[in-house]
């Protein structure tokens, strides 16, 4: 198992920047991937940005070019630096772990982004 806690979040202003971090613990060595996704009101969890074990990342087009992923090698995590937020990216941003051997992967519990003047 897989245990992963996100922390970072909270309330912007329009163009502000935040930085969200997920500490992985536990069978870390099962880590493929690390990413977030972000689930707004009634919308479905949306896939964000990965980093493989090989440091390859990619990113939404929503986000590209706005929000970084980069590693945090003391919690065996990630980190989500955010710029330039706009109210649309009002959300809970989940932090999740893929498998080397497949399956559902890992989640964290969350953490509320909310971007409001």
């Known amino acids: 198992q897989v245990q992963l806690v996100e922390s970072g979040g909270g309330l912007v202003q329009p163009g502000g920047s935040l930085r969200l971090s997920c500490a992985a613990s536990g069978s870390i060595f099962r880590v493929r991937s690390l990413g977030w996704y972000r689930q707004a009101p009634g919308k479905q969890r949306d896939w964000i940005t990965t980093i493989t074990n090989k440091d390859n990342t990619n990113y939404a087009d929503s986000v590209k070019g706005r929000f970084t992923i980069s590693r945090d090698n003391t919690k065996n995590g990630v980190h989500l630096q955010m710029n330039s937020l706009k109210p649309e990216d009002t959300a809970v941003y989940y932090c999740?772990?893929?498998?080397?051997?497949?399956?559902?992967?890992?989640w964290g519990q969350g953490t509320q982004v909310t971007v409001s003047s």
């Open positions: 999740k772990a893929e498998d080397i051997w497949g399956g559902s992967g890992y």
